[in-house]
């Protein structure tokens, strides 16, 4: 089980609440108010844009929301300024860390992170500690379900995907960046709905985890998935599935 695909696996075995329901659409409003900044807010010419409204409509944030974020971003509405930062750095058993952030205060965004990693057994990085590790691929995932590695090979290769993994309960599928929602809309049109979807930092190589750093890894993981300023964080573990079922 590693850390680039399946911690979204691990969040949904673990279950949602509404506070941490309520933690991802704060998220969602900064990605977007980002995005329209970064790109307009026309979601048919900006990609980034686009993503980011079809994840807060899938999960179910009202559609005021939704537009009040663009409006912030183009300027329409006042808002807060963000900045976007990426820190590297270390966990439990030495796993890497990218950790992209989206803030209004990058000193109290440091420190807190600082903090949260010391706590939790890592340690923050220089500027390119971990970055080599890591390549920038899309990523969607589709469940194994009445879906067989023929018919997945025959959809993904045909809509352009690069790459088509056995990821235990799932099928993953990679493609280069730039062909990502193109890749997407394809293979939805074959039928098949992705569970997971995203541009992502895909590690080049992993390190395994026995019992005591795996279950450090998760909880650190939840705590950077608690904090408001942290948007996605990308990591090199791997953890065997029968350490996991221990865990989750």
Request: hydrophobic share 35%.
């Amino acid at each position: 089980m590693s850390g680039h695909s399946k911690w979204a696996k691990i969040k949904r075995k673990k279950g949602a609440n509404d506070a941490k329901k309520g933690a991802q659409f704060s998220k969602l409003i900064k990605e977007i108010t980002v995005a329209a900044r970064m790109g307009g807010g026309d979601p048919e010419g900006n990609h980034r844009l686009r993503r980011a409204i079809d994840t807060a409509r899938a999960g179910s944030m009202p559609l005021d929301n939704i537009e009040r974020a663009v409006k912030k971003g183009t300027g329409e509405l006042e808002g807060v300024h963000y900045e976007e930062i990426t820190y590297e750095g270390y966990g439990p058993g030495g796993v890497a860390l990218m950790i992209e952030s989206v803030t209004d205060n990058k000193t109290r965004t440091v420190s807190d992170l600082r903090n949260l990693l010391s706590k939790k057994g890592g340690h923050l990085g220089e500027t390119g500690s971990v970055g080599w590790i890591f390549k920038k691929q899309g990523y969607l995932s589709y469940s194994k379900t009445g879906l067989t590695e023929d018919k997945i090979m025959e959809v993904a290769l045909e809509a352009g995907a690069a790459d088509i993994v056995d990821g235990e309960e799932e099928w993953e599928v990679y493609c280069e960046p730039q062909n990502f929602d193109e890749v997407r809309k394809k293979i939805e049109k074959a039928g098949l709905k992705a569970q997971d979807a995203e541009i992502s930092m895909i590690p080049q190589n992993t390190i395994k985890l026995g019992l005591a750093d795996a279950q450090k890894t998760i909880d650190l993981m939840d705590s950077l998935d608690e904090n408001d300023d942290i948007q996605k964080v990308y990591s090199n573990f791997d953890i065997p599935p029968e350490i996991m079922e221990k865990i989750v």
